[in-house]
């Protein structure tokens, strides 16, 4: 969603708390329609857990609409335990069916008289596009729909009057992202992840036979699965229904593979969406492609046709988190609607929870099809949003490299180097920064191990064939280490004078921070410092200043999630266990705050919130009840530096103490397993677009510098580049410092905490949650789909 001429609604205005609100009285009916998709269950839990809290009742209504409509055991009260365990399954368990009778007047006083039964006046829908604007004008016939249900008797007169008014609320569930007004709905990143888990596998046997690969995924209205895992692995050939390839596209594919086969890489991808068309409208298929590359060039080829498979599985940490602040908004929102209140769509953007007028959205959505169906290419992708039309331009930018006598020449080198811990999507990001680099003229130079590699002179000039394939590759290729250039300042300047070296990025965590600070202060004593240089975030521990997400915490937080899966079935296989898992961060707990979030557990202790032995009592209390439940297991997670004295051994001899006879307790540390490992699609995303946004920076700075000479002495010139909400910020390092808490290694301010009680509330236990700042409508004109930043 383009917000930039969007006005934002007044924070302070509408800043409420939850004891404000109260559910009771009231009930809420949730329902899955439409296709299913992973996470749809972690919305559930949310929807039913945060309306429970609250003092509502709330049903589950099986079978989507068609359950409405038949009612009876279809609508059945939910309790608290109706939702354990459920948060790691795909799916939904309260099931979705197609409707057509819910399509008719018919159908529609059938299901209301339904809702009437259970005295039901608030509705959250998890679909799509045609799943919400039934719920809209089942909403706007509904008074009239009670009034024709009294006359006929099926209902007295004054529960017309006791349930006049029924609040809507949607969430979108769909792997295609096909819905314009959320930067991500649920279930696409986890799509995402099993496309490149297949793309990871089918590589592997494609190089050992060098084999051209067709792969088909879905996306019949939308080619966004498409086109993120075509950048995600760096394929060589996309095609999708917004942007169908140019006359000619044929010839001009064919070469390319042939080239690519002279270059001795063995292997083609081309990613098809099932919905590719040429700019006639007419499809294009992957047997087509398939065809066309044994007809024209004889490869060994093959298709790969996912289906559902891309439904399954189990939900991503993104899809769980975002599925459950979703749900929990819905709930706030419902709460707070009036008659008034049209209805609305529970929307991310960036990593904020907001309200969307329903019907505004769907005519947008509605629009980007009219776009491609009327051949308006251009407008169809500008309608799906900025960050759609940057994934398309950076995909071209980076899949196809121009002829040597097409690159205009700049003089200038380039450096780059990764500093501290290794992070899954490091290598992603070195591979787009070559690549921008050079197709912007520039001569790139990987600096090997640091910058004690630097200061030793481990330099080389790297191009643009040097990174194929790094995309996917975990840790770090050029090596890292977390040594700051305080010490070799000399050498560092001797070796940049020798290199000749102009600009210099820096990709790394909080050792790359410190480091820039180091290169900042040293430029007065060395004039070879006085070049463009920007850090881009890289670490799992989610640390660094001026940005919302590093590279790689998004690869460590699935790893702790997967582990916390199977940890929650062995307790459950055993029952009354207590899991005590220990997470990395450093003194940052956003790896186990998150991972406590997306894996359902009881407690997570972290740094930014103190805590005391009072407190680890009420977390044991809090067990010793649930082990009276059905869910006779517990988890909970620990960030490795939350308190010196409440180490980890430490709270499992008290757990295994205080529990002695309810349950018993183990321990599991992760340690460097977090850092290890495929980058998940959103870092190798996030890697490879915000590394070239950076490379972009330098050109731009180095091209004003052209001719004249100049020095970069300005703070303006050394940056950290981060993403801040949903927006690419470069900040220059000196302000930054007033930000840092350097004794710590973290920021001042970090967004997370905001959801910290949000894991509590989910966990059954009390806590005071701020409703984000809504209060009203925002209304957006397009869809933009931007970073999955909720995480």
């Not at 036979?209 to 879905?218: A, D, G, I, N, Y």
């Amino acid at each position: 969603m383009d917000r930039d001429n969007v006005p934002t609604t007044p924070k302070a205005s509408f800043r409420k708390f939850l004891e404000h609100l109260s559910g009771a009285g009231k009930a809420i009916g949730v329902l899955t329609s439409g296709g299913d998709a992973q996470g749809m269950n972690a919305a559930v839990r949310a929807v039913v857990r945060m309306g429970i809290y609250v003092g509502a009742k709330v049903y589950f209504i099986y079978e989507g609409y068609q359950g409405m409509v038949d009612g009876g055991s279809n609508i059945v009260e939910a309790d608290w335990e109706s939702v354990s365990s459920i948060l790691q399954v795909g799916g939904t368990i309260i099931g979705s069916a197609r409707c057509k009778a819910f399509r008719t007047r018919e159908g529609r006083l059938s299901a209301a008289c339904n809702l009437v039964q259970c005295g039901i006046t608030n509705l959250c829908v998890i679909g799509g596009d045609g799943s919400l604007t039934g719920a809209n004008i089942f909403r706007e016939e509904w008074s009239g729909l009670l009034e024709e249900l009294a006359r006929n008797g099926k209902i007295d007169k004054g529960e017309v009057e006791k349930y006049a008014h029924l609040n809507v609320v949607g969430m979108v569930g769909s792997i295609d992202n096909d819905f314009c007004g959320t930067d991500m709905t649920i279930g696409t990143d986890s799509a995402l992840h099993r496309i490149i888990e297949v793309v990871d596998a089918i590589m592997t046997t494609a190089q050992s036979h060098q084999r051209t690969f067709v792969l088909e995924v879905m996306g019949r209205h939308c080619g966004y699965l498409a086109l993120v895992s075509a950048l995600a692995c760096g394929a060589d050939w996309v095609f999708i229904p917004e942007s169908p390839p140019e006359e000619g596209w044929q010839e001009t594919m064919c070469v390319k593979l042939s080239e690519n086969r002279a270059r001795k890489k063995r292997l083609n991808i081309i990613i098809v969406a099932e919905g590719a068309i040429d700019n006639q409208n007419k499809p294009i298929t992957s047997e087509q492609i398939k065809e066309l590359v044994v007809k024209q060039l004889g490869y060994d080829t093959r298709v790969t046709i996912l289906g559902h498979v891309q439904r399954g599985g189990t939900p991503s940490a993104f899809d769980r988190i975002l599925a459950s602040r979703m749900g929990v908004e819905a709930v706030v929102a419902l709460l707070q609607a009036t008659p008034e209140t049209p209805a609305c769509v529970v929307s991310l953007s960036g990593n904020q929870a907001v309200r969307l007028p329903l019907m505004e959205c769907v005519q947008t959505t509605q629009d980007v099809q009219k776009a491609m169906d009327e051949r308006r290419f251009k407008d169809a992708v500008q309608l799906r949003g900025r960050s759609f039309e940057d994934n398309l331009n950076i995909y071209k930018r980076l899949a196809s490299k121009m002829p040597d006598s097409q690159i205009p020449k700049s003089s200038h080198n380039v450096g780059i180097i990764n500093v501290g811990a290794p992070a899954a999507g490091m290598n992603a990001a070195v591979r787009s920064a070559v690549r921008v680099g050079i197709s912007n003229g520039h001569k790139m130079f990987a600096i090997y191990d640091g910058f004690e590699g630097f200061a030793r002179g481990q330099i080389k000039e790297i191009g643009w064939s040097d990174v194929g394939g790094w995309t996917g590759q975990g840790g770090s290729i050029l090596g890292t280490k977390r040594t700051l250039p305080g010490k070799h300042l000399e050498q560092i300047a001797a070796q940049m004078r020798k290199h000749s070296l102009n600009a210099l990025l820096i990709v790394g965590g909080f050792e790359a921070y410190l480091g820039l600070l180091e290169l900042s202060a040293a430029r007065e004593q060395h004039e070879e410092l006085c070049v463009p240089v920007v850090m881009v975030p890289a670490t799992v521990s989610n640390n660094v200043p001026g940005s919302d997400f590093s590279i790689g915490a998004d690869t460590a937080l699935n790893t702790i999630t997967d582990t916390c899966d199977r940890i929650k079935q062995s307790a459950s296989g055993t029952k009354r266990r207590v899991f005590i898992i220990e997470t990395m961060g450093g003194f940052c707990g956003y790896l186990a705050n998150m991972g406590a979030l997306a894996a359902g557990a009881d407690a997570a202790y972290i740094f930014e919130e103190p805590f005391d032995i009072r407190d680890l009592q009420s977390n044991v209390e809090h067990l010793t009840q649930k082990m009276k439940t059905s869910i006779q297991r517990g988890l909970v997670l620990r960030n490795e530096s939350c308190n010196e004295n409440y180490t980890t051994d430490f709270i499992y001899q008290l757990y295994s103490e205080e529990g002695r006879g309810v349950f018993d307790c183990r321990k599991n540390v992760l340690g460097h397993m977090q850092q290890g490992g495929a980058p998940s699609p959103f870092d190798r995303n996030f890697g490879t677009k915000i590394s070239a946004r950076a490379m972009q920076w330098i050109s731009t700075k180095l091209k004003e510098a052209r001719g004249a000479g100049k020095r970069f002495v300005t703070d303006e010139s050394i940056c950290v580049l981060g993403i801040c909400k949903r927006n690419f910020l470069f900040q220059p390092v000196a302000e930054l410092k007033k930000e840092t808490d350097f004794e710590h290694r973290i920021p001042r301010e970090q967004w997370w905490l905001k959801l910290r009680p949000l894991m509590k509330i989910l966990a059954k236990y009390k806590a005071s949650f701020e409703v984000s700042d809504l209060g009203q409508l925002e209304h957006v004109p397009s869809h933009g789909y931007g970073e999955p930043a909720a995480i």
